[in-house]
């Protein structure tokens, strides 16, 4: 069987077995087995495959009619242009995710502008590590920290710090497990910028979700009874822990944007802000903490 008709092949089962995009997911697939790019595929569809090669693109087709995300089974995602490495321990990186890396980014800019200080950076319930190894990527200057509660996540940000960034700029980043910021708080530390995607999905919507963000862990999602819990604590502990002039920025439901400007703006914050992702909907949110 030659590569173009291995894949149709792939497209139809998954086709039948209801996943949302068949042809790309079995363009993916095939190409993580051939460790090449969807582009090689189609200029050498022609190339006959061999059964254990046929045997080995089935065993994926199968996890994937399982709903196992295209992420989970081939252990990686590219997030802002670079390549993660994700397991069942982390939450998946999205697209939608970057809006708030960019306007993050921004702020360091002209942050910068107004002087020239190091400036301290959290991502607090880093995961995949996605949000802050991509701003030391983009902004390598930045005095960088990840933070999480799941040791198994801070050890896989560890290793996408040390793939991406390099042994030498990884070992300068701090990898601390804390509840949410309560380690720091007890240090009395203090940031510029914190950055967080925590767990922000209603509670009784889990059961709801995709069977395959379903998959993905509970600790990652749930964000209690209205999804706010975790933020609502962020959004207190970072009145203490953020610098004069410092910002916080928090991804979240776009539903919740008008709650969240509300607890900024309840917990003294100003200039505050929200961003759409890439399909317009708000999902980012930033608030600034007073200069005296």
Known sequence: MTIGALRAAGVQL???????????????????LFKKDRTWLIVNQETVCDSQLQEA????????????SIAYITGTKEFMGLDFTVSPA??????DTEVLVEKALEWLTVSAQQSAQERKVIDLCTGSGCIGIS???????????????STEALALSKKN???????????????IQSDLLAYFLEQQEQFDLIVTNPPYVPRHIIPRLAKEVQQEPVLALDGGEDGLDLI??????????????GAIFLESDPEQILSIQELLKNNGFHAIESY???????????GSKLST
Do not use: F, W
Not at 14 to 32: F, I, M, T
Not at 90 to 95: D, E, F, Q
């Open 90 to 95: 982390v939450l998946v990186p999205r697209p």
């Open 161 to 175: 710090a040390e793939q991406i960034l390099g042994s030498e700029r990884a070992q300068s980043i701090r990898y």
């Open 57 to 68: 693109y089935y065993s994926l087709l199968s996890k994937r009619t399982s709903r196992q």
């Open 232 to 245: 609502r604590k962020i959004i207190m502990q970072a009145t203490v822990l953020l610098k004069e002039g």
């Open 14 to 32: 998954l086709r039948q077995h209801g996943v949302e995009s068949p042809e790309l997911d079995a363009s993916l697939l095939l190409a993580y």
């Open 276 to 286: 759409p992702d890439l399909s317009g909907a708000l999902r980012c949110t930033r």
């Open 135 to 149: 701003m030391a990527y983009n902004y390598p200057t930045i005095k960088l920290t990840l933070s999480d509660i």
